[in-house]
Nanobody
Framework: QVQLVESGGGLVQAGGSLRLSCVAS????????MGWYRQAPGKQRNLVAQ???????NYADSVKGRFTISRDNANNTLYLQMNSVKVEDTAVYYC????????WGPGTQVTVSS
């Protein structure tokens, strides 16, 4: 049973933009808070942004001012607008409910070239 599907990743040059999307099942999206995580090769998975159902957002210092998280509650969709991307943003990006009580989705690969 597919519960989360992330999309929108790809190859982008440093300084460019990408918009990630995540379609989630209603059982997950009905959670109050949703988040975007990322995992670079050889590193642990970290939370980069989260948003409550009412739209209150928080960001990791590394992406603050460059990334914007948003959600469409009517369509169970989470977004991550990535601007001014850097090489160090290269990672697989995952969305999840917070707290996570479900399996991870497949993720979407973001590769930033210099």
């Amino acid at each position: 049973q597919v519960q989360l599907v992330e999309s929108g990743g790809g190859l982008v040059q440093a300084g460019g933009s990408l918009r990630l999307s995540c379609v989630a099942s209603r059982s997950i999206f009905s959670m109050n808070t949703m988040g975007w995580y990322r995992q670079a090769p050889g590193k642990q998975r970290n939370l980069v942004a989260q948003i409550t159902k009412s739209g209150s957002a928080n960001y990791a210092d590394s992406v603050k001012g460059r990334f914007t998280i948003s959600r469409d509650n009517a369509n169970n969709t989470l977004y991550l607008q990535m601007n001014s991307v850097k090489v160090e943003d290269t990672a697989v990006y995952y969305c999840a409910g917070i707290p996570r009580r479900h399996s991870w989705g497949p993720g979407t690969q973001v590769t930033v070239s210099s």
